[in-house]
């Protein structure tokens, strides 16, 4: 029982897994405090308000805090705009650097003499029966 727990538990997903959460959480942590200490002044700087929490509007004696929702919705969108042109981008530029182009077409093929496999046209040396080309 404690064999098959401990299989679990150091499997290379979980581990993979329980780092992740980790560094999420403290990216997480790093992304909010650029979203609240730079980008959120910047449009209370624009806008001339700073916190939307006031904004309500009275309905039958029932009062919808609109302002809220405003707050949440501005927060999601810096915290998205943040995200995609801070990590998503200069990933993705990283990335295209290090991946080789896929090549645009296949390589013409031929069908060995000796074993008739197919090998590429450009081939030397049949990988299927070795025979020289």
Do not use: W
């Not at 299989?7 to 609240?36: E, H, P, Q, W, Y």
């Amino acid at each position: 029982m404690l064999k098959g727990f401990k299989d679990f538990v150091l499997r290379g997903n979980v581990i993979d897994m329980a780092v992740g959460v980790v560094i999420g959480a403290s990216f997480g942590s790093v992304v909010t405090s650029l979203v609240k200490g730079i980008l959120t002044p910047f449009i209370a700087a624009i806008a001339k308000v700073p916190d939307f929490s006031d904004l309500s509007f009275t309905l039958n004696g029932s009062v919808f805090n609109y302002g809220e929702f405003f707050n949440a919705l501005i927060s999601f969108l810096l915290v998205a705009t943040a995200i995609y042109f801070f990590v998503v981008l200069p990933i993705n530029k990283l990335m295209s650097r290090f991946n080789k182009p896929a090549p645009t077409e296949a390589p013409k093929m031929k069908n060995c003499p000796e074993c008739l496999s197919l090998i590429p046209e450009a081939a030397k040396r049949c990988s299927h029966c070795c025979v020289s080309l």
